[in-house]
Nanobody, 115 residues
Framework: AQLVESGGGLVQPGGSLRLLCAAS????????MSWYRQAAGKERELVAS????????DYASPVKGRFTISRDNAKNMVYLQMNSLKLEDTAVYYC?????????WGQGTQVTVSS
């Protein structure tokens, strides 16, 4: 199984980024997908989740109303649209796939919000 994130980069406060995660090597449509992030010196935290068929999403309070998670099961892709970015959104963002006790992680993509 493999998850490959992309789309990170440097953006000014108030800007937007769209993270992408390409999945392969497992039955993507059977897995719930999530985005986590880890800022320097802080614990990893859950940012957003989406169910296997995409019918339900959940967001951490700090990003609710600004971030949107979505998926395309035909393309084995999951996305995180990030709007109104803040300095505190700076972190490495990880894509994860979860089904029962099975969990896969990507290598992460850096998002830096700075003026």
């Amino acid at each position: 199984a493999q998850l490959v994130e992309s789309g990170g980069g440097l953006v000014q406060p108030g800007g937007s980024l769209r993270l992408l995660c390409a999945a392969s090597g497992f039955t993507f449509s059977r897995y719930a997908m999530s985005w986590y992030r880890q800022a320097a010196g802080k614990e990893r935290e859950l940012v957003a989740s989406i169910t296997s068929v995409g019918g339900s999403t959940d967001y951490a309070s700090p990003v609710k109303g600004r971030f949107t998670i979505s998926r395309d099961n035909a393309k084995n892709m999951v996305y995180l649209q990030m709007n109104s970015l803040k300095l505190e959104d700076t972190a490495v963002y990880y894509c994860t796939a979860n089904r029962g006790s099975v969990s896969y992680w990507g290598q992460g993509t850096q998002v830096t919000v700075s003026s």
